[in-house]
C-alpha cells in the first residue's frame, strides 16, 4: 500500500529545547493497481462482443441423380456477362454464335438495364446469369457483379471460367487478337 519512511534530514533551528520534526518520505506500492487495472482489461476482453464476418448468402444448386444433368439450363433464360479491362462487360443472351452476331458490349453503369430486361422477359424459374471473368478484369469488377446480382434478386448465378473463343471474341472487340474462324469458335464449346 503506502509505506511511510523516516528520514533525518530537516535541518531547521539547533539547540536545546527545540524539538526536531521529522521528515517522512512517502513510498506509494503500485502493485495493486496493476492488478486491477489487468483485471478490468480482462473483463472488458471477455465482456465485449467482436465484430461479426458479414458474408453473402449463397444459394447451392440440388444434387441430381444424373450427374450430366446437375448444371443444365435452358438457353433461353441464360445471360453470360464477361468483365473485362477499364469495367467493360461482353455479354451474350442463351448459347454464343458461331459469328458473334449476339455478342455485346456495354459498361458497369448500363449493365443494370440490361439485367433488369432480361428478368423480366425471363420466367424466374429459368433464368440463370453466368458471370465470367476475364484476366484482365479487377477482383472489385467480381464483387461489383455478385453485388449487382443480390440487389437485382437475381437467385441463380455463377461464375465460370472463360472459354477461349470469347476471350478471342474480347481481344478481337478491345482491338486485340483478331476473332476466330467461326467454325474453331464452335469446335472449342
Given amino acids: 500500500m503506502a509505506d511511510l519512511g523516516e528520514g533525518g534530514g530537516g535541518h531547521a533551528k539547533k539547540g536545546p529545547g527545540v524539538k526536531k520534526g521529522k521528515k517522512l518520505n512517502t513510498r506509494v506500492d503500485m ?3 496493476v492488478d486491477l ?18 458474408a453473402m448468402k449463397l444459394f447451392l444448386p440440388k444434387d441430381t441423380d444424373k450427374p450430366e444433368d446437375q ?12 468483365l473485362s479491362k477499364g469495367r467493360t462487360v461482353y455479354y451474350y443472351e442463351g448459347i454464343l454464335m458461331t459469328d458473334g452476331s449476339n455478342f455485346k458490349a456495354s459498361n458497369f453503369s448500363q ?15 429459368d433464368l440463370v446469369i ?7 478484369s479487377t477482383f472489385r469488377d467480381t464483387v461489383d457483379m455478385l453485388d449487382e446480382m443480390t440487389i437485382n434478386g437475381v437467385k441463380r448465378y455463377a461464375l465460370v471460367d472463360i472459354s477461349e473463343p470469347e ?19 464452335a469446335a472449342a464449346q
Fill in 31 to 33: 502493485t495493486p493497481m
Fill in 37 to 54: 487495472g489487468f483485471l478490468l482489461i480482462t473483463f472488458f476482453i471477455f465482456t465485449t462482443t467482436l465484430a461479426q464476418p458479414t
Fill in 71 to 82: 448444371n443444365k439450363a435452358k438457353a433461353s433464360g441464360a445471360l453470360t456477362l464477361m
Fill in 111 to 125: 449493365i443494370r438495364q440490361v439485367l433488369l430486361d432480361k428478368i423480366k422477359s425471363t420466367d424466374p424459374k
Fill in 130 to 136: 453466368v458471370i465470367k471473368p476475364n484476366t484482365n
Fill in 167 to 185: 476471350v478471342m471474341l474480347i481481344n478481337a472487340s478491345e482491338g486485340g487478337a483478331a476473332a476466330p474462324a467461326p467454325a474453331a469458335a
